[in-house]
């Protein structure tokens, strides 16, 4: 049976996107960056809400991290960043880091992430060969994050 080449070039990309897929290692179920957010001193200002953000990211890429960048991005169909953490300066695989930052959302935001959804948080970094990489990280809310600080500590097992 031969094949067309409709199916040749279905099966040639298959096989590109596998190979680009999954050339970076990361974790078995393909949740590298997982943590906790919690929302703190909000002020409704109009429109727009002042809050304060915690997150408790974990590390489970594999892979030590250096100059790593912490985004909230906003959804779309606007896209644009909401926030920009200062960077991590070693964040070793299979650690934590917490970072806190004030910033101003808007109320529909607030909302959304005071209720059912998530702040579209990514990780930016760039590994030793020097390709760049922007991963989202999978959040749970929780009232209070206790420590605001930077720091880095071995991961809970999962």
Do not use: C
């Amino acid at each position: 049976m031969r094949l067309t080449s409709f199916s040749r070039a279905g099966i040639l990309a298959l096989s590109a996107l596998s190979v680009l897929f999954t050339a970076p290692a990361g974790a078995k179920d393909g949740r590298d960056f997982a943590g906790h957010y919690s929302l703190t001193d909000a002020i409704e200002k109009g429109s727009q809400v002042e809050l304060t953000l915690t997150l408790q990211l974990f590390n489970y890429s594999g892979a030590d991290l250096k100059q790593a960048v912490v985004t909230v991005q906003q959804p779309p169909p606007v896209p644009g960043v909401l926030a920009n953490f200062a960077s991590i300066k070693l964040w070793r695989s299979g650690s934590d880091v917490v970072v806190s930052q004030q910033l101003t959302i808007p109320q529909d935001e607030y909302k959304r992430w005071s209720t059912r959804v998530q702040p579209a948080v990514f990780i930016g970094y760039s590994d030793e060969e020097g390709h760049a990489y922007l991963r989202s990280a999978q959040l749970r809310r929780l009232p209070i994050i206790r420590e605001a600080v930077s720091v880095a500590r071995p991961a809970p097992a999962r």
